[in-house]
């Protein structure tokens, strides 16, 4: 038995001989860096939106300095990644349905301190999310990402092999989604709901789509059971796994100043928005996209469903 920590064994990634155009920090081997080489009130060039694209498969969350950007231009931004899908139940930037508005204050407690990828109980989460924050409160406030690929390469081979092999049933109704429907919209919402959007299943070790990376996907908001295993056995692993992924060698926190910007892989991180703030108040905007091939997401009906709302399912 080790108790020293299995960290992964990574090559890193060649920066200077992969970047030629920004230049990618990363803050651990090949995962969260920052970049430098971007001014976003100029048009960007192909060759900046082809290596941005290229450090968030690299890097799983990317950061980009502090800048002013119109609303139409973070809008932009996450279409370099993706087609801009139209996001989930935060209510919305007027005159601009695809950002949405995530606030907190002292009268409304932050809601988003669990770890969790994005909406993984649909059977096509969104590939990722572009984040600016407009007020960050006096103190705290930071975002904590998990890579689930070093996660994943850190495990034993016995149970990286044993994992390949399973499948996880992921649904908001083991959410707080599930009050905020009830409360929200009543229980006329929460049986539409309860009918629309049935629980999905993932596999618990994901290949990325892009990237070849293997990664663990079940998180702890909307993963409610390994499949085909007795329950005991589930809930243990789950719990396992949890704490696994959540260890601060695969963790990073980004403390963060007014207007800048994060954007994440939600098929290779977990995020945590950290609630240390409260009561004071914390504004980001928020535009969410999906994979060049991906259908039409779901969620704009279920928001429809819902109305706009403050929930904490997203
Ligand atoms: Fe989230």
Redesign the pocket.
Known sequence: MSRGHALPTVEAIDIPGRYRHILPRPQQPNFAAYIEGVDLTQPLSADVKRELNQALLDFEVIFLPPQRITLDQHVELASVFGPVAPGAFFPRQSGHPLVEVIEFDEHRKPE?NVW?S?LTWLAEPPNGTVIQIIEPPPIGGGTTWASLSRAHDALSPGLQQYLAGLTATHTWEISGWRDALDRLGGPQALAQALTKYKPVQHPVVRVHPDSGKKVLFVNENFTKQIDGVHFRESRGLLEFLREWIVQPEFTYTHKWEAHGIAIWDNRSTQ?YALADYWPHRRVNNRVTFNRVTAGATTSSTYHQIVGQSEAAI?
């Open positions: 988003v969790h994005d995020h997203a």
